[in-house]
């Protein structure tokens, strides 16, 4: 069975850290871009970081350059997204997705496989 899992998510006070996991199951990760997309209350679901299984090339929307960082484990069959320096309007729930092509895409649609996401929360 294909599956994409998240963990890692919680509650974190503000310049906190946490370090979400997207793991992989029936499927190999290493030849697949994979994504991770954000959606906060209210509001529609957002790319934050890819990357590629070509060359490892990674992406990160503006809001998180910086401060995130996306990493694989392809014996692990694991990517990671590190994030530092948490913020209030980083709360949301946090989904990985797989995406057969080799490089990243900003399209949603280009996505096959979704986890069920991750509740990260920053607050005081």
């Known amino acids: 069975q294909v599956q994409l899992v998240e963990s890692g998510g919680g509650l974190v006070q503000p310049g906190g850290s946490l370090r979400l996991s997207c793991a992989a199951s029936?499927?190999?990760?290493?030849?697949?871009?994979i994504g991770w997309f954000r959606q906060a209350p209210g509001k529609e679901r957002e790319g934050v970081s890819c990357?590629?299984?070509?060359?490892?090339?990674?992406y990160y929307a503006d809001s998180v350059k910086g401060r995130f960082t996306i990493s694989r484990d392809n014996a692990k069959n694991t990517v990671y997204l590190q994030m530092n320096s948490l913020k209030p309007e980083d709360t949301a729930v946090y989904y990985c997705a797989a995406d057969p092509d080799y490089h990243c895409s900003a399209n949603e649609a280009a996505y096959d496989y979704w986890g069920q996401g991750t509740q990260v929360t920053v607050s005081s």
């Open positions: 990357i590629s299984s070509s060359d490892g090339s990674t």
């Open positions: 029936g499927f190999t990760l290493d030849y697949y871009a």
